[in-house]
């Protein structure tokens, strides 16, 4: 255990948010859990938007005995199973200082500070190459739940897509028809809602830890007013005037040569249609005609439907992430989790195994 080590929950302040910030950064170096670090203005939001579902979203920050944040800790509800008590569990360790008990106190802390809200179970994601990690994970009792991988479509491999009959099939045999945004836009005054309504409801159902508790305006923002929104990348199926379906692309500023699947769904009803099939070939034709080099999306192997048809259009499989799962059971009472608490310098010494 490192000497001085302590746990608190961090504050609103700006100092607290730019430690939380600038400590996930150092982490990533050699702990790539996510794609990159949240900038100040994404855990503003974050937290904003937990505050306003009413949801329980804590942020802790470990410290040295001379005040330096070395760890931090998140925990926030997981809000599309039907019983809630699921939360979603973030440590980040800075990278010089892992195997130093410092993972560990944070997961007590937070588990403690979980037990008294009603938690009853943690998840948290493990990268698939950190097998030490995962087995540190373990030795804490969690097991893995499913696994979320990256599939890449090098575009210039693929035939050509044929999609008129298809297109048709469609419409004669289930009376829908797939428009773009754009065209959606064009003659619906009501798309926005619409497409925000749809966005929400598949979102529910897919197990992801972000973009939880996304409102109008921030789904607006990032899928219809981001730089690298695509307005013609952007399919949704339509019944009449009812949005029962949509996938859509994005670009990135730093990778102009990738396309990035951002959501793929049709509501339960319209299920089992092969309507997922068509509007995954409707990215690919569109990746084909506009010249973009690669597809990326992702996948979990509990979706074995969306996993068959990635594979059968030839998108590879890469390195990606373990969700694991445990019971809330704090074996360790710590301090209870107000502003500024401190971990309780009696149980440091009986923290063993550190996680990170």
């Given amino acids: 255990m490192l000497p001085g080590l302590t746990i608190r929950r961090a504050t609103m302040t700006p100092a607290d948010y730019e430690a939380f910030a600038d400590l996930y950064r150092l982490a990533g170096v050699e702990q790539p859990f996510d794609n990159e670090a949240p900038s100040l203005d994404d855990l503003h939001a974050f937290d904003r938007a937990c505050e306003r579902s009413g949801a329980h979203s804590w942020r802790y920050l470990a410290q040295d005995a001379s005040g330096a944040t070395i760890g931090v800790g998140h925990f926030f509800p ?12 973030v440590i ?27 938690g009853r179970a943690l998840w948290i994601f493990v990268p698939e190459q950190a097998s030490e990690l995962s087995a540190a994970f373990e ?21 050509p897509v044929d999609l008129a009959r298809r297109l048709e099939r469609m419409k004669a045999d289930h009376g829908l028809r797939i428009m773009t945004l754009d065209e959606c836009r064009a003659e619906d005054p009501d798309w926005l809602d619409k497409i925000y309504a749809l966005h929400a409801a598949l979102t529910r159902e897919v ?60 509501l339960p009803a319209y299920r089992g249609k092969g309507l997922a099939r068509v509007m995954k070939l409707l990215t690919i034709d569109y990746a084909q005609r506009q010249g973009f080099r690669r597809i990326v999306t992702w996948v979990e192997n509990t979706n074995a439907g969306m996993l068959r048809i990635n594979l059968s259009h030839g998108f590879e499989r890469q390195p990606g992430l373990v969700l694991l799962e445990r019971s809330v059971v704090p074996a360790i009472p710590l301090t209870p989790a107000t502003s500024g608490a401190l971990l309780d310098p009696s149980v440091q010494a009986h923290i063993l195994n550190p996680v990170v």
């Fill in 207 to 266: 197990p992801i830890p972000e973009k939880i508790f996304t409102t109008r305006e921030e789904f607006a923002a990032f899928a219809i007013e981001a730089p690298q929104a695509l307005f013609d990348a952007f399919f949704v199926i339509r019944d009449g005037d009812q949005y029962v379906g949509l996938s859509f692309l994005q670009g990135r500023a730093d990778t102009p040569d990738t396309l990035y699947q951002e959501l793929t769904g049709t």
């Fill in 78 to 89: 997981v809000t599309w199973l039907q019983n809630p008590g699921t939360y979603w569990l």
């Fill in 139 to 159: 030795r804490h009792g969690f097991t893995e739940q499913m696994r979320s991988n990256p599939f890449v479509l090098e575009v210039a491999h693929t035939a």
């Fill in 92 to 118: 980040r360790v800075h990278h010089a200082l892992r195997r130093r008990g410092i993972g560990t106190a944070l997961l007590r802390q937070m588990e403690a500070d979980l037990a008294e809200l009603g």
